[in-house]
């Protein structure tokens, strides 16, 4: 069996974003991605530049990992990346489910694999044009098509043409829950992250769903960024 | 029909708490309350020295101001207080899911309403040793029968006693969503909230949870607090 690349696994902390924000979780960060996102926050886990920090696992060493983290409790486990629809993460589903544990996966949607329906929660973010990617919505549906039994979309925005371009997205979807968060354009981890200004990305985002009635929408900010700055592994 | 005593009615504005967090949401705040929680951050909608500041108004013109505020479209409504089952909502709720809104209401579970089985979303916040009151636990299930559809339990935790109450009271519970949200001891509106301190009362509880593997609660923040300090009307 081929093995995983793993660029962290850390936690238990609480999930700072979407859905699932405030759940205790812990995060297993998979090395690797099919986009190269302008403003990635999480470079360290997609470029191959980072190749050498990215640990080889076999499934069972990953369930370990999140064993010993979570002290032997089940818990939800968050998938993420980079883009871990990429590799093959149905053995570590399926086996941290024997345990007990729940596994929340985070993808752009570029992939569908069957194993998402193992999944507790499937989050979809597709990304907006401010990424410089582009989705593909053939393979997009088909990662809705797929059988994850608790989807939700989760669309960042950065700026005016971002945010027309979600209410676009939302419209074609409008049977999944939907998360609006806004960009972070300052993901460097050595410059401490002013909190005013999280704080005025989340008002200025408010107030534009309230005052265009789009209630559909639910506005949350990166709870973690709030906390932690860009710090890593919590 | 008697009319009901309205502290505030305001919006759209995201909801900042518990289970609907994010949610673009009206709030009617109802005035008065069975409790006098020694750290309520709402006395103007608690103490009867305020009464002169609520609104005596019938279900229709509540329901008026609603419709005003979110521009005829439907959206979640939110009623607090005070305890708004002091008083008959039955009648407003039923006017507004008729025109498509949905109704969450908060309270501390003192008194049970059959009306609950209309809501969306009922939020049972049992006050914690801190508050100086007793829960009567009799009325608390009550409320729990009354059949509303999604449910969610909301904590508020000072300290240590308060935490180890929650986890006797979660643990009686284990059917219902469970949210701890650390307290706010600074409740001043013409004071400013310092943000840090706030943060650091969120990564409290965090870390507790996580040490303890207490994985079913999920910590979040008044969210409307870190964002807008004590202001009201947001």
Redesign the interface.
Known sequence: MSRLRIAEIF????QGEGAL????TVFVRAGGCDYRCSWCDSMHAVDSAFRDTWAAMESGEVMDRVRAL??G????VSISGGNPAIQDFGPLIKAGRAEGYAFALETQGSIARDWFEDLAMLVLSPKPPSSGEQPDWAAFEACIAAGAPWMALKIVIFNETDYAWAQEVAGRYPDLPL?LQPGNPQVDPAVPVA??DV?DR??WL?EK??AD???A?????Q?HV??WGNKRGV
Chains 1, 2 share one sequence.
């Open positions: 936690g238990p902390t609480i924000i405030g759940q205790p979570s002290g409790r089940p818990l939800t998360y909190a005013q704080a989340v008002l408010v769903v309230c009635g789009w209630f929408a639910r506005v949350l900010p709870l709030m906390l």
